[in-house]
């Protein structure tokens, strides 16, 4: 990038340009951001961030800059690593509905970790009232299939869900076998891998944005 931003002769506008056509695969840096590196090299000599400062909220700008300067020295860096070293906390978002033939119920937010009891009262209170707008002849016909993920594998959750349906459950642990990842993709998995259930993000105001996409599918 720096290269780049001393062949255009420190003009960012062009060094954006030049930036994307030589790397047209690679997630393409702001104008601001090449000055941004510049100055902050030209200030401390380095584009590392100091120790005692990695564990502090830092500004967007600041993550962008360090975060850009940490895959460029090594393209190969784990997410989680720039999560520790920048001090970014990561947030998520879990979703749940059902997809029952040519209908799709929900989706429904569940704040918080998704654990066993969170998941297990979600079925005893919540799932109910949820399946009302289907057809009786299908609430009480229908089977309930999920990923296997260790939450819908957990021993409470999966007492509630032999409580509500029985034998009419796949999934890991039920009475239909279906293992957790398995090579046959799962309706969820083949219809839903775009739009993940579950989004990890490192920027706090998508929050809100995540939550209206989904509603919008």
């Known amino acids: 990038m720096l290269l780049i931003y001393s062949e255009c002769q420190q003009n960012s506008l062009r060094g954006k340009n030049l930036y994307a056509e030589r790397y047209p695969h690679r997630s393409q840096p702001s104008r601001r951001t090449f ?4 100055d902050k090299l030209k200030e401390t000599g380095s584009l590392s961030v100091r120790k005692s400062e990695r564990r502090k909220r830092v500004t967007n700008e600041e993550n962008e800059i360090g975060v850009l300067a940490s895959v460029v020295k090594n ?3 784990k997410s989680r690593r720039i999560e520790r070293e920048f001090g970014i906390s990561r947030w998520s978002v879990n979703v749940w509905c059902v997809i029952t033939g040519d209908k799709i119920v929900g989706p429904h937010f569940i704040n918080g970790n998704l654990i066993g009891n969170i998941y297990a009262n979600f079925i005893k209170d919540t799932l109910g009232p949820l399946l009302e707008e289907l057809p009786l002849f299908t609430r009480h016909t229908m089977w309930y299939q999920h ?3 260790p939450t819908h594998y957990s021993l409470i959750a999966r007492w509630e869900l032999d409580e509500k349906f029985l034998n009419r459950r796949s999934g890991r642990g039920g009475p239909i076998s279906w293992p957790a ?5 799962t309706p969820l998995d083949y219809f839903l891998c775009k739009i993940k259930c579950k989004q990890q993000c490192y920027n706090r105001e998508l929050l809100q944005p995540v939550r209206q996409y989904v509603l919008t599918l």
């Not at 000055?35 to 510049?38: A, R």
């Not at 990842?181 to 993709?185: A, E, F, G, Q, T």
């Open 35 to 38: 000055k941004n590196v510049c």
């Open 75 to 77: 393209p190969h860096i």
């Open 147 to 149: 990923d296997g993920c």
């Open 181 to 185: 990842r398995s090579p046959d993709l």
